[in-house]
């Protein structure tokens, strides 16, 4: 933690996509006022939560995966101060049309213990498939399908929508439909329980700055859109085409709601999949700030 | 040792005893017409070289380091090719070696990975014997060269004389019709050395390969030769052939040798003005340095 | 002196600045290493690895053994193939995966053959070394003795080799070990590779120190017990060192 400074963390990604918009906008910086905001953008969990942890970041966009595993492994020196996006994420399969036709087969998911990994092997285990679940990076996964080598994948978008496109997949589980409400978290922002106590107004300035850009993405889904995937392909390189984007937004939602019972359930599954030790997960979310 | 000695001859003049090598009639072994060779850094090893050597002798190739005697040697090996001339072995050119001749190094060239027996039956196996018989005909030469009882020793198991019987018992064994050896007695210790020479003759005697025997040593080609060939350096040419009658077993303490000793070291002087010896007339070495080798070219 | 560094360890991670939660102590990491060697995960992904990699490394030492010996004895085929052999060698083996994974898909060939190009090219290297630092006399003794063909290179060639060889060996099987490794932290399922990776997404330090340990052990103890005792015998055998 630095006087004057807020450091955030996010992903080149289009869940990430108010995190997205408001550093390129100036959103956060305007909301922080004196303090200066340092963004750093990372490509998986694991790394993102490591430095939250390690002290290099006082808050980040993540995963609900790693940011669950964060909380455990740290015995609660992080908190979900809100949630960021919902749904965005399924079981894309190249041949299958059935979940059954998956035994024996190779599925992948992006990282072992993130939100898909949990979902996929939780999916699996209810329903009695044994399928060979391989970790997988999100392009290997595209690379891989498109090549054959692989049968099925649970991703976030918008590689969900990639596979659909280039690797000829399609949607055989939407993520949406195994949850109450159609609604589960897919990323969440993570903080410091030090930096929410001891730096409260800038703790409060930034989700402030998150709730404006929630607000005005669902005021204006189609520019908020296209302004995240700018700032996309400014990082990547690649913007995503209007048809990939379209169709990984229709099965996303951005909003602030941390939904916290469907996190703690994901929470259980992971605890259930052996990937964390048993915890007591009630103090996970801090909402006082929304 | 179960090799018979010649009978000693009484003679009365030294001179008698060492005298131009004579025309012989009777078949040549080897023939080696006109050979030159030239290394390619372009030193001058051998020019025109003519030698003929007949079935049976034991001719020491005696000069200077550097005369090009063991590039000769290796070429009539077949393990070098000169540039031009000709070898011609038994009637037939030489292009590469052959199993009627065989070469013995400077070093004894063992095998370290093998035994003593296992350099022999190693090598004997390759010329087609059985097992047993390269075992039987391993130990018998090992016997020969009094090696009993270190069949079994590894090459750095034993001293330099050793190894050095090792490599004769093993280049016997192959029973070639041709010996060509380079200085291979050279790095041995004065004793063991004697021991060698006795050991040499008395299979010679017995045998009568044909053997060339390469050197620097006045004293061992007076000891060891029939017929010494003097070559002379820069380019290696033949300067003398002599035939040396004295009896056998040769003795060096007898007043005839030393005098023949002093009368060859005489010659090899004037035949190379620009590199005079050492050592005394007695002590006999041509120089100190290190023998010429094959990719020496020096 | 390992104790005390030991000591040293356990009050650094209690008592510095840094998170236990990342820099965990020798005790923990212990308990980590006990509990994985009592549920079989180091058992299983330590099968998996060496079999693996006991594959991928026999592969490079039957291709590797003859293709030094031929580059060495070969002159145009030297010419033609040792120039990709050292500009390959200085490729890290890794940057084979991808190609590996295009290729292969994403199958036990795919690992085999980053493994492979991560040991063949070294096991060439020294096997070639080894017949250049051959005393020439042996190789005209075997001239001269008549001893040609698969006699000469089974008997002479490689057994005067084979102090150059068996570096070639060790260099090989630590290079496969290491390429190994790599591959296994980047895609394949199981092995000791992944248990590592599986400690750092889940934010368990001490199972990734753990995995270190035993990972660190397995090269220790194959280098101590198969090729250090090699060497000495070679070393014994071929009159290179002095036995006792």
Redesign the interface.
Known sequence: MRQGELRLGYFPNITHAQALVGVRDGTFSRALGATRLVARTFNAGPAAVEALIAGSLDATYVGNGPALVAYVRSKGAVVVVAGAASGGAGLFSRTALAPEALAGAKVASPQLGNSQDVALRHWLKSRGIASEVIPLSNPDILAMMRFGALEAAWVPEPWGARLRAEAGAHLLVDERDLWEGGRFPTTVLLMTRRFLTERRKDAQALVSAHLELTARSRQQPEAFAAEANRAYGELTGHPLPQGVLQEAFSRMELLADPLEPALIQSGRHAIELGYLPESELSGLVDSSLL | MHFRWPARRATSRPEHYLAPARQRDGPTKISVSRVSHRYENGVEALRQVDLEIHPGQLVCLLGPSGCGKSTLLYAIGGLARPTEGEIILDGAPVHKPGPERLLMFQEAALFPWLTARQNVTFALRSKGLSRKAARATADRFLAEVKLQGFEDSLPHQLSGGMRMRVSLARALAMDPEVLLMDEPFAPLDAQTRSEMHQLLQAIWSATHKTVIFVTHDVREALLLGDRIVVMSGRPGRIAQDLEVRLPRPRDPEDERWVQLARHVQTLLRSESPHEPPKGNASEAGIGPTPPDHLGGGG | MGLLLLIIWEVAARFGP??E??FPGPGAVAKSLFEISIDGRLLTGTGRSLSRLLKGYALSVAVGIPLGLVTARVSFFAKAVKPWILGLQALPSICWLPLA??WF???EAAILFVVVMGSLLAVAIAAEDGVKAI????L??A??????GP?FYL??LV??A?PGIVTGLKLGWSFAWRALMAGELL?V?GGLGQLL??G?????VPLVMAVMVAIVAIGILTDRVVFRGLEMRVRR???LAHSR
């Open positions: 840094w998170p939660l990342l994974l295009l898909g994403l199958s005393q020439p006399q042996l005209s003794a001239a001269t003795l008549g001893i040609r006699r008997g002479v057994p005067a084979f895609f399922s990776t599986f750092r997404d889940l934010l368990d055998r071929w009159g």
